[in-house]
């Protein structure tokens, strides 16, 4: 026998809405595995996001990610934000809606072995689309858009009821 391994149950199973599997993955060997002896350091929570719409409930774990450059303009109507505990993620869109822009239809929608919970919000006369999507139990992420809080600094005009 050469070297030595270990087996450890990692495993992450997604289910559909009427609990079937959809995915399952696992990794299972370890090969030759030696105790860490050192300190673990933790990474403090991410700072707040940038901007007035702030989560108002995050999955126990889940913090603000960096996302690569995406080469938009700085102004740009579109709000993104990633949300990850490290294996798994969400995004967070938030865009005012126009007369002539796409909508999606509010709700949960099925895209794959992903979700994604649509919500309109007004917001100081226009339409507001907020949009959580991964691959997450469908009930987190209609949590996460229901939640969605606008905190304004003073001179900020609040949303309407």
Do not use: C
């Not at 990474?43 to 901007?51: D, I, K, Q, V, Y």
């Not at 967070?92 to 072995?113: C, D």
Request: aromatic share 8%.
């Amino acid at each position: 026998m050469v070297g030595h391994s270990d087996w450890a149950s990692l495993k992450q199973v997604l289910l559909d809405i009427d609990g079937r599997i959809l995915e399952t993955f696992q990794m299972t060997e370890l090969v030759d595995p030696t105790l860490y002896d050192q300190s673990v350091s933790f990474e403090t929570l991410g700072s707040r996001p940038e901007g007035p719409w702030q989560p108002g409930w995050l999955p126990s774990g889940y913090q603000l990610s960096p996302l690569p450059d995406s080469g938009e303009a700085p102004g740009s109507a579109l709000s993104h934000r990633l949300f990850s505990d490290g294996l798994s993620s969400f995004s967070l869109f938030i865009e005012p809606l126009s007369g002539n822009s796409p909508a999606l239809r509010p709700g949960l929608h099925r895209l794959g072995i992903s979700y994604a919970a649509v919500r309109h919000l007004p917001f100081n006369g226009r339409l507001m689309q907020i949009v959580v999507m991964g691959e997450l139990p469908p009930q987190v992420l209609v949590r996460v858009a229901a939640e969605l809080q606008f905190q304004p600094d003073s001179s900020d005009i609040e949303p309407e009821s």
